[in-house]
């Protein structure tokens, strides 16, 4: 059934339809409404969970990680510096193997203040170990969050359903909301393979040694670099896996096809822009507008970004004249994180495109039609002139 | 930016309820086959008093750019001293039109000539029957009557169920007695 409501209600919408078991959030701009949402769902017994109220991001998580170790389906979502708070503990629950599922609604990160919308702060925790999806609408949002809690409890990873802050998590549209009945069939109750259970107790985590050891039983047991390795293996292998779950998701539900990356007029383009969350779904119009004067270009929007679908990317680029990167983060010092990983992925292929890097829209500043229009006018008429520094978009000092 | 996108600007002030009816009118709009809907309200820092604004796009395909409205096609004015504060007609097409909540005839507002459509919505809904101040319901019939856009039935549907529990029959009754009063000329 379609109805019209806000991103963030489309992603707690989600997390009931998913049964989440155990919510654990603090509020923060522009992620609030979402939580709100869910602890109405659990006052109202809609959804049948306990809400549990903390004083901060850091504790969010921890009771996520108690939680999930308990062996129940758990959620907590959070923005800006409130994720950066958590940041010990998403390593921790990465490393613990917990599938915790989590929503973050995109916003710049202080100082100074700013509540708008930028991608730094999933971005910059790339590197952690959780598997980060990125929506384009409401629609992406609702199914997203659904998929998630399968993927994470299939290869027992945590991870983040990213979705733009305002531009998405306050903007109206409408939306399918999956049955019940449907969602319960896609996806099965969690049940964990080791849990905090009485009747068997055990240790979790503890200090690992540098190298391999004899287990009581017998068998050699793995040191850190090993456990480290494995969770390196598990996160690559779960690119296929969530290839499958999202074609189970389409078989149901009849939406998806795209895990990796979602393109729009690419298959003949000569030039494609790309880029990560709304702005790719803006950029659409700017493409109608171009092919109207004749250029032959696409978009391409990003929407796993960590495991990074390098085959996807390639495949999807390569043989390409000219790329064109809009990114809302950067890797301060350096280039924009998508930029760097697309630069990488193409280095082996055989017919690489030239590729530039544009860093926009930070802290919330409007990106402009007219805007994207002229810049990418630009790009595709001096291809091959690519240049390795990031161009700044919009920039009024 | 795309031509078949009707763009339409609420201006109000904060807790007026702006943001409700513009989800209504969106609602509303979709039941009756408009698959674009996308409603923006402004972002970061209401206060309840400030003038504030929402932009609302209403097209027959799904919309894609989530940008700012800013040459709208018409403007929903919830409050008719808020023209003494703020620009409402700021980028307002050329043969735009103008919905207004007040007391004088069209042609006594200035809008450089464009198509006004005056109500009383305050003065409406407390003869509805609502306690004074609650503009939101009855600016939507003005916006039926003014728009032809949504039928009128579908729009009193929609009022019933988004303030349901909350005098649901005396907001619809509020939207209808606008819809009958409302006045549409020209403006100086």
């Known amino acids: ?397 | 930016m795309k031509k078949d996108i009707l763009e339409i600007r609420w201006h109000g002030r904060g807790g007026q309820g702006a943001i409700t009816a513009a989800k209504i009118v969106a609602n509303a709009a979709f039941a009756s086959g408009y698959k674009g809907a996308v409603m923006t309200p402004t972002f970061g820092t209401e206060r309840r008093g400030a003038a504030i604004f929402t932009s609302l796009k209403i097209a027959k395909e799904k919309i894609y750019d989530l940008s700012p409205i800013t040459t709208p096609d018409m403007i929903i004015v919830l409050d008719h001293t808020l023209l003494d504060e703020v620009n409402v007609a700021d980028g307002l097409k050329d043969d735009g039109l103008v919905i207004l909540n007040g007391a004088k005839s069209p042609e006594e507002y200035d809008f450089q000539g464009r198509k006004v459509a005056v109500c009383n919505v305050t003065q409406h809904a407390v003869q509805a029957g609502l306690p004074p101040g609650i503009v939101n319901s009855g600016i939507i019939g003005a916006f039926s009557k003014a728009t032809g856009l949504v039928e009128i039935d579908v729009l009193l549907e929609a009022i019933q169920k988004e303030f349901s529990g909350k005098r649901p029959e005396l907001n619809a009754k509020a939207a209808q007695l606008a819809y009958d009063n409302t006045a549409v000329g020209g403006s100086k």
């Open chain 1, 1 to 397: 059934m379609h109805i019209i409501d806000s991103g963030n209600v489309a992603a707690a919408t989600g997390v009931k339809l998913s049964r989440a078991q155990v919510i654990a959030a603090y509020p923060i701009t522009p992620q609030t409404p979402l939580t709100e949402k869910l602890s109405e769902f659990v006052e109202s017994e809609e959804l049948d969970a306990q809400y549990i109220p903390v004083e901060s991001e850091h504790s969010a998580m921890a009771v996520c990680i108690a939680a999930s170790t308990a062996g129940t389906r758990t959620f907590t979502a959070t923005s800006a510096n409130g994720l950066l708070y958590m940041n010990e503990q998403l390593h921790w629950a990465v490393g613990a193997r917990l599938p915790i599922v989590m929503c973050v609604a995109n916003r710049g990160i202080g100082a100074p203040w700013t509540v708008w919308n930028d991608q730094q702060d999933t971005i910059a925790q790339r590197d952690v170990g959780w598997i980060q999806i990125y929506a384009n609408d409401h629609q992406q949002i609702i199914d997203s969050v659904i998929k998630a809690f399968r993927l994470a409890q299939t290869v027992s990873i945590p991870v983040m359903v990213c979705y733009d802050g305002y531009l998405l998590s306050h903007t109206y549209m409408p939306f399918d909301r999956p049955d019940q009945e449907k969602v319960d069939g896609f996806l099965p109750p969690f049940k964990a393979k080791n849990f905090l259970d009485p009747e068997n107790p055990g240790n979790f985590n503890p200090v690992t040694l540098p190298d391999v050891r004899p287990g009581q039983d017998g068998t050699i047991k793995p040191g850190y670099i090993e456990i480290r390795h494995r969770l390196q293996m598990d996160l690559r292998a779960s690119l296929e896996v969530y290839q499958e779950i999202d074609a189970d998701y389409k078989k149901d539900f009849g939406r998806g096809g795209h895990p990796f990356v979602e393109e729009y007029k690419c298959d003949d383009a000569d030039f494609v822009a790309v880029c990560i969350g709304s702005l790719s779904y803006h950029l659409r119009d700017v493409i109608d507008a171009m092919r109207e004067d004749g250029i032959p270009i696409g978009v391409m929007g990003v929407q796993m970004y960590r495991p990074f679908p390098d085959e996807a990317i390639v495949q999807a680029l390569g043989g390409k004249k000219h790329v064109i990167v809009f990114e809302k983060a950067l890797s301060y010092g350096n280039q924009g994180a998508l930029y760097a990983d697309i630069k990488s992925a193409l280095y082996n292929a055989a017919d690489r495109p030239t590729i530039q890097n544009f860093i926009l829209g930070l802290g919330g500043r409007e990106i402009k039609t007219e805007q994207l229009l002229a810049v990418l006018r630009e790009a595709c008429a001096n291809p091959g002139t690519a240049e390795d520094t990031p161009r700044w978009v919009g920039l009024k000092l």
